[in-house]
């Protein structure tokens, strides 16, 4: 009687192990992907694609929405998704912050999918107008830097400002009310605030900044997953390719996903950049530059950088 006891306690606890075992197994084959409103990821989610590509590697695809890349980079910072889309400059305070994440690929630049707008009835008309004036920006994200350059551009200090730092949805409610002067804002709540309300541009970043979008993921899942970061970079890459061929059916899958009208959303879809490539030296550069600016302005503790948290794809998928 002892020995058939002890037959079936092993027996459980065997069964335990194994179901204990899968639950690992599945965490560990499930890809979290952070995105933004807007965007490459945001059609990639609608597709369908990439899910059905991972299951034949046993990956299940789980997506979670972020209202600005700081948010979203803090998401892979403590842990919560392991992939996501940014501007600029978040990668940069992340990386200030101690965050172990790597850069896996970028767009092409898109300089005027950002700018700094003020109200259609404002007496600004440059940006040398700023000085004194309240700006509002998500702090930390790829229109820091836009501010900063333009205001160098025109010959003035960022100390010379009064930066009001808000997420994009209460900058433009503080924008509406008029509580603050002008407002730094991206795609597309920048096309939408210059058809809704008829902000005026002062300037974009054509001739500032590149406006790169950066697709990251946190260097654990990185180097243990290459093969499965290399798919999707080649699913989001061939979405953007897909884009540049297709505007108006582009125009109609996004408008009703972002709640923003067609019009809004074609010149939004317009602005931005296609055609994800891994990490080149020349973009690695520019992003030193970023980073030694915000060291140089003290709005990060230390110099930085940018090469130590490149991921270097594996050979083969290099050349793709």
């Excluded at 597309?188 to 054509?206: C, I, K, V």
């Excluded at 390719?241 to 582009?250: D, M, Q, R």
């Excluded at 490539?277 to 030193?288: G, H, L, M, R």
Aim: charged residues 20%; neutral net charge; proline residues 6%.
């Amino acid at each position: 009687m002892r020995t058939i006891t002890l037959r079936r306690s092993l027996v459980a606890l065997l069964a335990a192990a194994i179901s204990f075992g899968a639950i690992t197994q599945a965490q560990a084959e499930t890809l979290r992907i952070g995105y933004q409103k807007y965007g490459t990821l945001v059609l990639l989610k609608a597709k369908g694609t990439l899910e059905k590509r991972l299951a034949e590697q046993g990956v299940e695809v789980k997506w979670t929405e972020f209202p600005g890349g700081p948010q979203l980079l803090e998401g892979l910072n403590v842990g919560s998704v392991d992939f996501g889309v940014t501007g600029e400059t978040p990668p940069v305070f992340a990386q200030a912050a101690g965050a172990d994440l790597l850069y896996v690929a970028h767009e092409p630049p898109a300089p005027t999918g950002e700018a700094i707008l003020v109200p259609k009835d404002s007496s600004i008309k440059s940006v040398a107008e700023l000085k004194g004036k309240k700006v509002a920006l998500n702090k930390g994200s790829n229109v820091h830097y836009l501010l900063v350059r333009a205001l160098e551009d025109a010959g003035l200090k960022y100390s010379d400002i009064q930066p009001v730092y808000l997420p994009p949805a209460d900058a433009r409610a503080a924008f509406e009310r008029g509580s603050v002067d002008a407002w730094v804002i991206w795609d597309p709540f920048q096309s939408a605030a210059e058809h809704q309300l008829q902000a005026r541009s002062l300037r974009d970043g054509s001739g500032l900044v590149d406006n790169h979008q950066f697709y990251l993921a946190t260097r654990p899942y990185a180097e243990k997953h290459p093969q499965v970061i290399g798919v999707l970079v080649e699913e989001i890459r061939g979405v953007g390719e897909w884009v540049k061929g297709n505007l108006n059916e582009a125009t109609a899958q996004v408008a009703p996903l972002i709640g923003l009208s067609p019009e809004i959303t074609r010149q939004a879809v317009e602005r931005q950049g296609y055609g994800a490539q891994f990490i080149t030296p020349d973009v690695i550069a520019a992003q030193q530059k970023i980073a030694d600016t915000f060291t140089s302005l003290k709005l990060i503790p230390k110099q930085l950088s940018i090469k130590d948290v490149i991921w270097t794809p594996p050979a083969k998928l290099a050349q793709q």
